[in-house]
């Protein structure tokens, strides 16, 4: 499987909301609400802050919110805070893993 | 609490072989849906490998017929196999617990080079 398609970079200044797109294919993003999304800063492991498609763990900021149109998975950053500035990866599970591009959020 | 810690990740040949272990606490690796995941440096989030409660077993397509994924009940730990590696299997390497992947270790960085 090919890996999902994510903007490299997005920004905004504090306060701000933000999307990150996450595209795939009627074979994964569309064909299932599994979509998960994780928050990696530098030299530190994946975190995970959305999970199908739209739920928040335990613990995660209700500023994150996901959501899914077709085969194009978004995640929303609301009040965006510079602890916030970090790498975001969507990932669709249809029987194995794919993980997006990635994307880079820096706060201005 | 759980915790996941990785190690057994070095320096190591092409064509070489090496085994990463993934000790577990606070819960019970054979009873969860256990991954590996990996990360080239500078480079973004790559599944490797996964292994049900049931002992079934899925793998990407790079890695398929050289890497192993397994598990010892006794020593509630999780393993990855890697044999006949290569420069591009160079990456930290991550273990993960459940399906999305909620729980993940530090890492353990494998390098592959002459």
């Known amino acids: 499987q090919s890996a999902l398609t994510q903007p490299a970079s997005v920004s905004g200044s504090p306060g701000q909301s933000i999307t990150i797109s996450c595209t795939g294919t009627?074979?994964?993003?569309?064909?299932?609400?599994?979509v998960s999304w994780y928050q990696q800063h530098p030299g530190k492991a994946p975190k995970l802050m959305i999970y199908?498609?739209?739920k928040r763990p335990s613990g995660v900021s209700n500023r994150f919110s996901g959501s899914k149109s077709g085969n194009t998975a978004s995640l929303t950053i609301s009040g965006l805070q510079a602890e916030d500035e970090a790498d975001y990866y969507c990932?669709?599970?249809?029987?194995?893993?794919?993980f997006g591009t990635g994307t880079k959020v820096t706060v201005l | 609490e759980v915790q996941l810690v990785e190690s057994g990740g070095r320096l190591v040949q092409p064509r070489g072989s090496l085994r990463l272990s993934c000790a577990a606490s606070?819960?019970?690796?054979?009873?969860?849906?256990m991954s590996w995941v990996r990360q080239a440096p500078g480079k973004g989030l790559e599944w490797v490998t996964s292994?049900?409660?049931?002992?079934?077993?899925s793998y990407a397509d790079s890695v398929k017929g050289r890497f192993t994924i397994a598990r010892d009940n006794s020593k509630n730990t999780l393993y990855l196999q890697m044999n006949s590696l290569r420069g591009e299997d160079t990456a930290m390497y991550y273990c993960?617990?459940?399906?999305?992947?909620?729980?993940w270790g530090q890492g353990t960085l494998v390098t592959v080079s002459s």
């Open positions: 009627s074979s994964d993003v569309g064909s299932y609400d599994l």
């Open positions: 199908e498609g739209s």
């Open positions: 993960a617990r459940d399906r999305p992947l909620t729980f």
């Open positions: 606070g819960f019970t690796v054979s009873n969860n849906y």
């Open positions: 990932c669709s599970y249809a029987g194995s893993y794919v």
């Open positions: 292994i049900h409660s049931s002992g079934s077993t």
